[in-house]
Structures are given as structure tokens and as C-alpha cells.
RNA sequence: CGGGAAGUAGCGCAGCUUGGUUAGCGCGCCUGGUUUGGGACCAGGAGGCCGCGGGUUCGAAUCCCGCCUUCCCGACCA
């Protein structure tokens, strides 16, 4: 079962490859505008899953759903110093309106702290309205210099959660549990992509935050790649809008806040973690279509077949597909390869006359045969399996591109192609700058056990270096 | 935004150096037929402001200027 070359071979030039998975598989194509894209239905499906998956987690949070404006007033940003320093240089903005210069310009969001400030502000009187969980699916608009499809495009989706909460302590806790919760625990079960789980150093950190955290993945060519991201905001944003409650005791004070989000990148990630040199690779628990039934050649008897399999199937609840499509068996096979659909249940006729189908695993090349009776069992085993091998997969691999290191020197090499471990204290001021010279960065810190820490101020903490997207 | 490369049919490309019939090829697409257990074959067919704008010229895909877009490498970022 040789592969065909459909594809860049991944190891001739993995940015190529990542491109023709992007275009082959449908998931993309660039817009009109320079960053822009246009998610193509299968992209979509895919991303509505993780939306769907987050969604259900957020929500388990206690969050609500709301949306706020894609205009802002540019001088909400302007309230708050580093907020407005660190995003300047992205902003689109809005002057002119209606026909006419308009008085303030606009910014579109390149995110929403500021204006959900201000409707925090007004809306928290008491520590009884604390704390106010919220998020939004929105699209922001962030100028890319160079913007790559997923990866880094000028409009982007995302969700954002802000919250406000009456002390450090428990939006700090909030944080931490939606790092848990949501982010951890959809990339680990839903993903299939150990991450390391760790703080910005001071340099990355969210402008306006104290605090940032981050779940780092590492891609199949040992580049890093930001997954998803909370922030402790402290009480900058809630100083510069006036998010103040009535505590118990009748004082005024000041919210403590946070914010969070997960992006269209994660598609990206996606392709990067699990993909080979036939196309992309889906988790069965995140894939969209989770099998396809592929009926050998256009016959009554194969697609009867076929279709009573995909019955039984989705009647299990599996998320399936019958391919219905005129073509060259070949032909079919490839493209539902290249979209990463875990698996594949193809009726043949030689299979219906000995009353079974074949099952074709997408992440290993591995055909099987099962009895016609027995195929709900078999998939559904089969998907689990297909689930914990590709993260057994990806985490042997990110352990076998992790170094560790004794020197800020070792760390940059090794971060050439692969991820760096080493003392924090080794590193932080000129090292990082050294670092950073070569395209490599710190990519978080962490305690020496790998738990995540509470700030940059805690000892002895080890960081992680590596190239990233 | 700096350095490099490139824009010709949906995709990949040739043609440009040396301006001149009707702008070509492969894949894909449409029609018909033969096929079908890993990208099938035959025949017929459709599809082009040659990236955009300006200039030179009797004449521009081809020469000149500007702009836009894409890709690679850097600085900024999820």
C-alpha cells in the first residue's frame, strides 16, 4: 500500500507541506485582502467542532455567551497604557465613515478587554454581581506582516472569555481552572496534543496582563506553537474603566479581571501535530467525519451495503459519511485521506460475498477485515484506539524533540530544531535577549516538577526555548 | 516593514531574452463510451481584460514606471 505523493513530502519542505494540506484537504484559501481567509466548508466543520467542544467546557465554567461590538472608540484602548502600546501597531482603524472624516476614529477589535470594561463597569455594582463570568465567538482584526492561513491571518475567529472577580485570589484561581478545564483538558482528550503547560516569561506576556499563561504544542517539525491563552489582568483594566463593586463591608474597590481565548490557529495546530505525507490526520474525537464509508465501485449491492453500514454506524452515534462520489477508487480513497478522516470502512465485493467489510485506519496503514455484524463494535473500538495512539504518537515525539540543558548556549541550539529546557535563572535578561536574536524564544516557564506557577517571581524555575509560528 | 523569488484557464507551468499570424502544454472540468480492491482509458468539448494602472510603439503577455498579491528569510504577534 504505497502512499501516492499527493503532497510536499514533509521532509523536503514542511512549510510546503503545510500549504498543500491547507489547499488539497479544503480547508482554506487566502482572501482578496493580503492575511485574510476564506475558511472553506470542511475548515469550518472542523473549527465548529472545536468550537462546540470549548463551548461545552466554557459553559461547565459557569461563563455566559454574549457579543459585543466589532467598532470600538480608539480612545478605550488609549485608557489603558500598555494595552494601547502593545496593539498599536496592528490596529486597523476606521476614519472615515458615511461619507464623511469621522470625529473619533475606530478601531475594529483586535481584541475586547476595553470595551467589555466599560460594560463591566456599569454593570457590577456589588460583590453580589462578582463574579462575572462572560465570552464571545467574534472574529478580530490584528494587521499581519506576514500572515500565514491558520497560523497568523489578519482577521481571525476566536473565543474570548473576561471576567471579573472581587480579589486576586479567585480570578487568579478562575484563570487557572479555565486553563485546566477548558484548554488542557480539550487538548488533551479532543486534540490529542500534549502541550506544555506553563507562564509567558515578563517579555510575552499579554499586554495589560501581570500574568499570562499558555499551553505549548510542539509541531511535527519542533517548532512551538501557542495553543491557547489566559491572563491575570489584575486590576489594570478595572482601574482604567472604573470596574468597581461595593464589597460586604460597603467599601468601594476595584474587580480584579482576566481574559482568555482559543483560536482558528488551533486548525493550524492541528494540521502540524497529527499530519503526515498523505494529508492531514484527525482525532476521532474531534474529526467532523469520524469514518467514511466507502462503497468499492459504483454498484446497487456495494452501496446498499454501504449505506446499511453508515446507518448502523450513526445510529451508534457515530459522526459517518457514505461516498456517494462518482470516480476511480483511488481517487476517492486519496481524498479522504487528505481530509484526515480516521477512518475508513470500504465494501468491496469480495467483502460482501463473505459477509464483511474492511476498516482502514487513517494514522497507521493497517487494513482489517470484520464481520458485517460485528462493525459498530469494531469502529467504535477501532476510534479509540485511533484517539490514544495519536496521542501516545505526539507525545513521544515532543519528549524525543525536548532537551535538557545546562547552558543559555545548548539551549539555543538545541532550539533550533526541537524545544530547550533549562534554568530560568540561566536565561532570563541577556540570554533571552541572545535567544530572541536567533529566532528563538522562551516559550514559558515552569516549575521544576512541570506545574504551572503563579508568577515569574516564584524560584527556581526552568524554562522552554524553541523557534515558534 | 527590510532582503530574495514569482504572478499567463480552477491548479501546475511554457512563451518574454530578440515586440508582430488565431497565446500553448499537463492536470482538473463538461458530454458520450469503456472501466473500477490505491490518483483508469478513448473520443469530443468548454474555459484567458496574459495580476492591476499608466507609459513607449503602427502594434505589448513580451520593453519602461507605479501599485497590488503570493511564497521564502528576518523584526512584531494568538
Same mark, same amino acid.
Given at each position: 500500500?504505497?502512499?501516492?505523493?499527493?503532497?510536499?513530502?514533509?521532509?523536503? /519542505?514542511?512549510?510546503? %507541506?503545510?500549504?498543500?494540506?491547507?489547499?488539497?484537504?479544503?480547508?482554506?484559501?487566502?482572501? !482578496?485582502?493580503?492575511?485574510?481567509?476564506?475558511?472553506?466548508?470542511?475548515?469550518?466543520?472542523? %473549527?465548529?467542532?472545536?468550537?462546540?467542544?470549548?463551548?461545552?467546557?466554557?459553559? $461547565?465554567?459557569?461563563?455566559?455567551?454574549?457579543?459585543?461590538?466589532?467598532?470600538?472608540?480608539?480612545?478605550?484602548?488609549?485608557?489603558?497604557?500598555? @494595552?494601547?502600546?502593545?496593539?498599536?501597531?496592528?490596529?486597523?482603524?476606521?476614519?472615515?465613515?458615511?461619507?464623511?472624516?469621522?470625529?473619533?476614529?475606530?478601531?475594529?477589535? !483586535?481584541?475586547?478587554?476595553?470595551?467589555?470594561?466599560?460594560?463591566?463597569?456599569?454593570?457590577?455594582?456589588?460583590?453580589?454581581?462578582?463574579?462575572?463570568?462572560?465570552?464571545?465567538?467574534?472574529?478580530?482584526?490584528?494587521?499581519?506582516?506576514?500572515?500565514?492561513?491558520?497560523?497568523?491571518?489578519?482577521?481571525?475567529? %476566536?473565543?474570548?472569555? @473576561? *471576567?471579573?472577580?472581587?480579589?486576586?485570589?479567585?480570578?487568579?484561581?478562575?484563570?487557572?481552572?479555565? @486553563?485546566?478545564?477548558?484548554? /488542557?483538558?480539550?487538548?488533551?482528550?479532543?486534540?490529542?496534543? !500534549?502541550?506544555?503547560?506553563?507562564?509567558?516569561?515578563?517579555?510575552?506576556?499579554?499586554?495589560?496582563?501581570?500574568?499570562?499563561?499558555?499551553?505549548?504544542?510542539?509541531?511535527?517539525?519542533?517548532?512551538?506553537?501557542?495553543? &491557547?491563552?489566559?491572563?491575570?489582568?489584575?486590576?489594570?483594566?478595572?482601574? $482604567?474603566?472604573?470596574? *468597581?463593586?461595593?464589597?460586604?463591608?460597603?467599601?468601594?474597590?476595584?474587580?480584579?479581571?482576566?481574559?482568555?481565548?482559543?483560536? *482558528?490557529?488551533?486548525?493550524?495546530?492541528?494540521?502540524?501535530? @497529527?499530519? /503526515?505525507?498523505?494529508?492531514?490526520?484527525?482525532?476521532?474525537?474531534?474529526?467532523?467525519?469520524? #469514518?467514511?464509508?466507502?462503497?468499492?465501485?459504483?454498484?446497487? !449491492?456495494?452501496?446498499?451495503?454501504?449505506?446499511?453500514?453508515?446507518? $448502523?454506524?450513526?445510529?451508534?452515534?457515530?459522526?459517518?459519511?457514505?461516498?456517494?462520489?462518482?470516480?476511480?477508487?483511488?481517487?476517492? #480513497?486519496?481524498?479522504?485521506?487528505?481530509?484526515? #478522516?480516521?477512518?475508513?470502512?470500504?465494501?468491496?465485493?469480495?467483502?460482501?460475498?463473505?459477509?464483511?467489510?474492511?476498516? #482502514?485506519?487513517?494514522?497507521?496503514?493497517?487494513?482489517?477485515?470484520?464481520?458485517?455484524?460485528?462493525?459498530?463494535?469494531?469502529?467504535? /473500538?477501532?476510534?479509540?484506539?485511533?484517539?490514544?495512539?495519536?496521542?501516545?504518537?505526539?507525545?513521544?515525539?515532543?519528549?524525543?524533540?525536548?532537551?535538557? &540543558?545546562?547552558?543559555?548556549?545548548?539551549?539555543?541550539?538545541?532550539?533550533?530544531?526541537?524545544?530547550?529546557?533549562?534554568?530560568w535563572d540561566l536565561v532570563e535578561g541577556e540570554g533571552e535577549r541572545l535567544a530572541n536574536a536567533q529566532?528563538?524564544?522562551?516559550?514559558?516557564?515552569?516549575?521544576?516538577?512541570?506545574?504551572?506557577?503563579?508568577?515569574?517571581?516564584?524560584?527556581?524555575?526552568?524554562?522552554?526555548?524553541?523557534?515558534?509560528?
Amino acid at each position: 500500500m504505497a502512499t501516492p505523493s499527493v503532497l510536499t513530502p514533509q521532509s523536503e /519542505d514542511f512549510p510546503r %507541506w503545510y500549504q498543500d494540506v491547507v489547499a488539497k484537504a479544503e480547508l482554506a484559501e487566502n482572501g !482578496p485582502v493580503r492575511g485574510t481567509m476564506v475558511v472553506r466548508p470542511y475548515g469550518y466543520a472542523l %473549527w465548529e467542532r472545536i468550537q462546540s467542544e470549548l463551548d461545552t467546557r466554557i459553559k $461547565a465554567t459557569g461563563a455566559q455567551n454574549a457579543y459585543f461590538p466589532l467598532f470600538i472608540p480608539e480612545s478605550y484602548l488609549a485608557r489603558e497604557a500598555e @494595552h494601547v502600546e502593545g496593539f498599536s501597531p496592528e490596529l486597523a482603524v476606521v476614519t472615515f465613515a458615511g461619507g464623511e472624516e469621522l470625529a473619533e476614529p475606530i478601531v475594529v477589535r !483586535p481584541t475586547s478587554e476595553t470595551i467589555i470594561g466599560e460594560c463591566m463597569a456599569r454593570w457590577i455594582q456589588s460583590y453580589r454581581d462578582l463574579p462575572l463570568l462572560l465570552n464571545q465567538w467574534a472574529n478580530v482584526v490584528r494587521w499581519e506582516l506576514r500572515p500565514r492561513l491558520f497560523l497568523r491571518s489578519t482577521e481571525f475567529l %476566536w473565543q474570548e472569555g @473576561h *471576567t471579573a472577580h472581587v480579589n486576586e485570589a479567585d480570578a487568579r484561581a478562575f484563570a487557572a481552572r479555565i @486553563h485546566r478545564e477548558v484548554y /488542557d483538558d480539550f487538548l488533551t482528550n479532543v486534540f490529542a496534543t !500534549p502541550t506544555y503547560l506553563g507562564i509567558k516569561p515578563p517579555s510575552e506576556r499579554f499586554p495589560g496582563a501581570v500574568n499570562s499563561t499558555t499551553a505549548e504544542g510542539v509541531m511535527l517539525d519542533g517548532k512551538a506553537l501557542q495553543m &491557547v491563552t489566559t491572563h491575570e489582568l489584575g486590576q489594570n483594566f478595572a482601574r $482604567a474603566f472604573g470596574i *468597581t463593586f461595593q464589597s460586604e463591608a460597603g467599601q468601594a474597590e476595584l474587580c480584579y479581571t482576566t481574559s482568555w481565548g482559543a483560536t *482558528t490557529r488551533l486548525v493550524g495546530g492541528l494540521v502540524m501535530a @497529527h499530519g /503526515d505525507d498523505a494529508g492531514l490526520i484527525v482525532p476521532p474525537r474531534l474529526a467532523p467525519i469520524q #469514518v467514511v464509508v466507502v462503497a468499492v465501485r459504483d454498484e446497487p !449491492p456495494l452501496n446498499e451495503a454501504a449505506g446499511e453500514v453508515a446507518r $448502523a454506524l450513526r445510529d451508534a452515534g457515530v459522526r459517518v459519511e457514505v461516498d456517494t462520489s462518482r470516480g476511480s477508487f483511488g481517487r476517492r #480513497v486519496t481524498n479522504w485521506e487528505l481530509k484526515g #478522516v480516521p477512518l475508513r470502512v470500504e465494501v468491496g465485493p469480495r467483502d460482501l460475498a463473505e459477509g464483511r467489510v474492511s476498516l #482502514v485506519r487513517r494514522d497507521v496503514s493497517e487494513k482489517t477485515t470484520v464481520a458485517v455484524g460485528a462493525v459498530t463494535r469494531a469502529v467504535l /473500538d477501532v476510534l479509540t484506539e485511533v484517539q490514544a495512539h495519536l496521542w501516545r504518537r505526539a507525545l513521544a515525539h515532543r519528549d524525543a524533540n525536548t532537551h535538557d &540543558v545546562t547552558s543559555v548556549a545548548d539551549a539555543i541550539d538545541a532550539a533550533k530544531d526541537g524545544v530547550a529546557r533549562v534554568a530560568w535563572d540561566l536565561v532570563e535578561g541577556e540570554g533571552e535577549r541572545l535567544a530572541n536574536a536567533q529566532a528563538v524564544s522562551v516559550r514559558c516557564l515552569q516549575r521544576a516538577d512541570g506545574s504551572v506557577p503563579e508568577s515569574s517571581d516564584e524560584r527556581d524555575l526552568v524554562c522552554l526555548l524553541a523557534r515558534a509560528y
